[in-house]
């Protein structure tokens, strides 16, 4: 009875454990389906290989809150670090006769690391939850019977310098490792030369001038491509000729080993272009959680607030709504501060009468939203910030107007910046289209996805693609123009679903129109009677 009773409470708090752990990730199916992707755009006789991100120390002995590779999460669902994904292009046979196309390498349980660290999948987990059939420990990837020499590509992301040998057994440091003995990788290796290889062996001789023009400028860019003969050698060449006798001795280069880490970028940047039905329900819910946070700031907001308390209110409903991320640095910036694009710090103490930049992006279940607001603290525009605000809303009108299928990738950019140049010129900020830059510095558009500037072609724009759209308008003070206008930054961000039947803007709830803003912030906050009591 005893026995009985001690199975059935076991059991019992299990499925109360499994009732209160989120259950919309995306499914093993998904993944298994985005890994059968990848092998179908993979030469003959290849073999891919991705690890899991890094783990990275932020102080001391704490280690930043671990993120798992975007692609490796992907392909995997796996959210653990120390681990290797080795897809087949063809069929493998195992020495038991077991027909297989993939293998996993994962950390192995251990009861001690567990205790303090949380659960690890291991073997038998990422089998049942993960769906994958040859999962093996880490430390199985040195002595695994995979011969990469035998394959004529072995693709894979080149490595970066931010790992470190963690100690015990079969961490990534161990897993790359074991990869470059295993691959011969060459104590030189370098990608970009790989990749520079490959245009110049895939370009007919006819257009080896215009290649030779782009390899100049590579090598303006990277120091070290300078010393390679056959580069400086290919962009120095007279004629086609010599460019031809070149191109030869690339291809013998090239196949001197069979390292590609340029092809895997190309395969990705196609697959995480477009979006599935079942991303979209995660990339949906985190834009909706961060239009949610803006009308929520919006509704709070007075002018004695901090930036810190304004990215504090953003993040709490993240987290209401069980975000687990932010998407990346939160930015809230209130007056000049706004005019720097990238600004962190969120220290100023008060943000008074000025306007309020917030760009902020919840990051739910791996996929991250991308949300500007630009608000007034007081709760009114002044004459001069809705001026500026109405150009860059018109602009951003115009951005999403452009974002449609088969239309080129800087159409939104172009359209937003023909209005924001006329309406600084009207205004007198401007004096010619060429000084535009000056208050406007950046592009509009960016890929969304499980990275905030997810990967893409950038090629014309598909059916399914989710970007951004965010004109802005930056007036740092000392500007070269009325000093009424100085101090005065606006940005406006929205992610937009590109469809067949016309762009739709996913983040539409956070009110955008200056009415509408002014609106918003006249209602009352739940935080309104908030206090905390006060400390020395």
């Known amino acids: 009875m005893k026995v009985t009773s001690f199975f059935f409470l076991f059991f019992s708090l299990f499925l109360i454990t499994a009732q209160e752990?989120?259950?919309?990730?995306?499914?093993?199916?998904?993944?298994?389906?985005?890994?059968?992707?990848?092998?179908?755009?993979m030469p003959d006789n290849s073999v891919a290989v991705f690890f899991a991100n890094a783990e990275r120390n932020r102080s001391n002995d704490v280690d930043y809150i671990y993120h798992q590779d975007p692609?490796?999460?992907?392909?995997?669902?796996?959210?653990?670090?120390?681990?290797?994904?080795?897809?087949?292009s063809e069929d493998q046979t195992s020495v038991d006769g077991k027909i297989y196309n993939e293998m996993i390498f994962v950390q192995e349980r251990d009861a001690r690391a567990e205790q303090w660290n949380g659960k690890r999948l291991g073997i038998e987990g990422t089998q049942i939850q993960l769906g994958f059939q040859m999962a093996f420990n880490g430390s199985e990837f040195e002595k695994s019977n995979i011969d990469f020499k035998n394959y004529e590509h072995v693709l894979f992301f080149d490595f970066k310098t931010d790992y470190r040998d963690l100690g015990g057994k079969a961490d990534l440091f161990d897993l790359i490792k074991t990869f470059k003995v295993k691959t011969n990788y060459p104590s030189d290796y370098n990608a970009t030369k790989q990749q520079i290889y490959n245009m110049i062996t895939s370009t007919d001789v006819e257009n080896s001038a215009n290649v030779a023009q782009t390899l100049?400028?590579?090598?303006?860019?990277?120091?070290?491509?300078?010393?390679?003969?056959?580069?400086?050698?290919?962009?120095?060449?007279?004629?086609?000729?010599?460019?031809k006798e070149i191109q030869e001795k690339v291809k013998l280069e090239l196949k001197s080993n069979n390292l590609n880490s340029y092809m895997l970028e190309e395969i990705m940047n196609t697959l995480r272009e477009t979006k599935t039905r079942e991303e979209m329900v995660l990339l949906k819910k985190a834009i909706e959680i961060s239009a949610v946070g803006q009308i929520e700031v919006m509704k709070a907001m007075?002018?004695?607030?901090?930036?810190?308390?304004?990215?504090?209110?953003?993040?709490?409903?993240?987290k209401k709504y069980g975000a687990e991320y932010e998407g990346y640095p939160s930015i809230v910036g209130g007056g000049n501060n706004g005019c720097i694009l990238h600004y962190i710090e969120n220290n100023k103490q008060k943000v008074g009468n000025d306007l309020v930049l917030m760009d902020l992006g919840a990051e739910y279940h791996g996929y991250t939203a991308d949300v500007t607001r630009t608000i007034p603290a007081n709760g009114k525009f002044t004459k001069e910030q809705k001026l500026i605000y109405d150009i860059v809303y018109n602009a951003q009108e115009a951005g999403i107007k452009a974002s449609v299928v088969g239309a080129p990738f800087q159409a939104p950019g172009a359209a937003a910046a023909k209005v924001v140049t006329e309406g600084l010129i009207e205004l007198g900020i401007i004096a010619s289209p060429g000084e535009v830059k000056t208050y406007f510095p950046h592009g509009t558009s960016h890929y969304l996805g499980l990275d905030v500037h997810d990967k893409g072609t950038y090629g014309a724009f598909q059916e399914n693609t989710v970007i951004t759209v965010e004109p802005?308008?930056?007036?740092?003070?000392?500007?070269?123009?009325?000093?009424?206008?100085?101090?005065?930054?606006?940005?406006?961000e929205d992610d937009?679903?590109?469809?067949?039947?016309?762009?739709?803007?996913l983040s539409e709830m956070a009110p955008r129109t200056t009415e509408a803003i002014e609106k918003t912030m006249a209602m009352p906050s739940v935080l309104d009677n908030f206090t905390l009591p006060s400390l020395d």
């Open 496 to 505: 937009i679903l590109i469809t067949k039947d016309g762009p739709i803007n």
């Open 216 to 243: 100049g400028r590579y090598l303006n860019y990277e120091e070290a491509l300078k010393s390679d003969a056959l580069l400086t050698g290919y962009v120095n060449a007279q004629d086609n000729g010599k460019r």
């Open 472 to 492: 802005g308008i930056y007036i740092p003070e000392g500007s070269d123009c009325d000093k009424k206008w100085w101090g005065i930054a606006v940005r406006i």
């Open 302 to 318: 007075h002018p004695n607030m901090s930036e810190t308390e304004i990215q504090g209110i953003h993040e709490y409903v993240y």
């Open 21 to 41: 752990t989120p259950t919309d990730f995306l499914s093993a199916d998904f993944h298994k389906g985005r890994r059968e992707e990848v092998r179908n755009l």
């Open 71 to 88: 692609d490796f999460y992907y392909l995997t669902g796996y959210k653990e670090p120390n681990a290797v994904l080795v897809i087949f």
